[in-house]
């Protein structure tokens, strides 16, 4: 007796656990129902085919198999995702095309070179998921970090083929940078400094600069105020000499008692990395 062996089309659930196999945690994401709406029912969803399905998402994604299937069985229109960070020590560099993220990346290419080859999915909305070895240590997931460039590191999560977009196609792998024939490359130092200093400015900017300037500082607060103060200006590529005469001159107004200016340059020297030593002999008098 022949028997024929039918190959079926893979599933959002064999994805899904295949993901788990190889150690991502996943999770179940809306879907696009076949008049391209978003499965939550929300006609005006304005993450259609991108939202998480449960609120507690991050606790609730799973390597467990049989949870996975769980999760997907009788829901076949459901999109999957992948958990970002370090718990699947991956990061996902999301460019969207249609926010102009493919000509920003084009830019950063000519400045630093190609991206590694490494597994990379096409979006179905003309967009690209680059997959990368996470950092040790993680790194913070950030939106926009670029025009039309996300990237998705610690607490975040990317949608994943076979996941239907809103444009109606799939998610898919590419033909020559799939997971299986290629091996993750690490992500290049030029997005991990990107991204360091990103999240530089992001703390800066929770300080409200106009009160911090008008404050007076007491003994005890003012190192600390006027490193903060020093980091402000230099990550703003203030010249170090300048920042050192305008955080001295702010210390002699501000603190009470100021420090002696030999104090105040130990303090730019260690931020700023630069021995400014040389440059202020007898500036201590100005
Ligand atoms: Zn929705």
Redesign the pocket.
């Known amino acids: 007796m022949n028997v024929e062996v039918v190959k079926r089309k893979p599933v959002v659930t064999d994805y899904a656990t295949h993901y788990a196999e190889i150690g991502w945690p996943v999770l179940t994401v809306?879907g696009i129902t076949a008049d391209l709406k978003?499965?939550?029912g929300?006609d005006n969803?304005k993450?259609?085919g991108k939202?998480p399905m449960l609120a507690d998402w991050p606790n609730k994604s799973s390597m467990d198999l049989e949870v996975i299937r769980n999760y997907f069985a009788n829901h076949g229109d459901l999109n999957v995702g992948i958990c970002t960070g370090q718990r699947s020590r991956l990061v996902v560099l999301d460019v969207d095309a249609r926010s102009g993220g493919l000509e920003t990346l084009e830019e950063c290419l000519q400045l630093y070179g190609d991206l590694p080859l490494t597994p990379m999915v096409h979006t179905g909305g003309g967009g690209n998921h680059y997959y990368f070895k996470c950092p040790l240590g993680g790194l913070p997931s950030r939106i926009s970090l670029l025009p039309g460039i996300d990237l998705k590191c610690e607490g975040g999560y990317v949608v994943a083929p076979p996941s239907r977009h809103l444009s109606g196609k799939e998610y898919v792998w590419d033909t020559f940078q799939d997971i299986e024939s290629i091996p993750m490359a690490p992500l290049p130092d030029w997005l991990q400094h990107l991204i360091v200093r990103s999240a530089q400015i992001q703390t800066d900017s929770k300080v409200d600069w106009q009160k911090f300037i008008d404050t007076r500082v007491q003994e005890g607060g003012r190192n600390s105020n006027l490193a903060k103060l020093t980091g402000h200006l230099l990550r703003r590529w203030v010249d170090p000499y300048v920042c050192l005469k305008i955080v001295y001159a702010w210390n002699c107004l501000w603190c009470d008692p100021p420090l002696d200016f030999q104090e105040v340059l130990g303090i730019v020297n260690s931020i700023s990395r630069i021995q400014l030593t040389q440059l202020t002999q007898g500036a201590g008098n100005a």
């Open positions: 809306a978003c499965t939550c929300n969803c993450a259609a939202h």
